[in-house]
């Protein structure tokens, strides 16, 4: 059931993961930051290889609490080794835009009609 459930409800998008790859080119490193639990983040990373082309991940479970709780953000820029102000989050929701720029994070909301590389880099440079 829940290998069903993962491969139903899990989707690459080529153009999102070639922007991924531009930004590694770059050396702009790319870390998921994800509500998810133990199981889930194994799959994103291993079976569906998103560890192949992102830094890392730190999701919900790791973190003991979910977006957009402050003390997810607080967690994640210790598990990725940066200080608030040089991270920045790119979501689709609202709420955790809003959490993470009160963390002290650079926050973009994403609604998927702009192409990842183009939020980086208007972001980034």
Not at 43 to 57: P, W
């Amino acid at each position: 059931m829940i290998d069903y459930w993962f491969r139903g409800d899990s989707s690459i998008v080529e153009t999102t993961v070639a922007d991924v790859q531009e930004a590694s080119r770059k050396g702009i490193p790319v870390y998921l930051a994800t509500n998810q639990d133990h199981m889930r983040a194994i799959y994103l990373m291993q079976t569906m290889a998103l560890g192949d082309e992102v830094d890392g991940i730190v999701y919900s479970a790791k973190a003991g609490c979910r977006k957009p709780k402050p003390e997810f953000f607080a967690f994640a820029a210790r598990e990725f080794g940066r200080q608030p102000g040089e991270l920045l989050l790119v979501d689709d929701t609202l709420p955790n835009i809003e959490a993470a720029r009160s963390a002290g994070w650079k926050a973009v909301h994403w609604d998927g009609t702009e192409r990842l590389s183009t939020i980086l880099h208007r972001s980034v440079s």
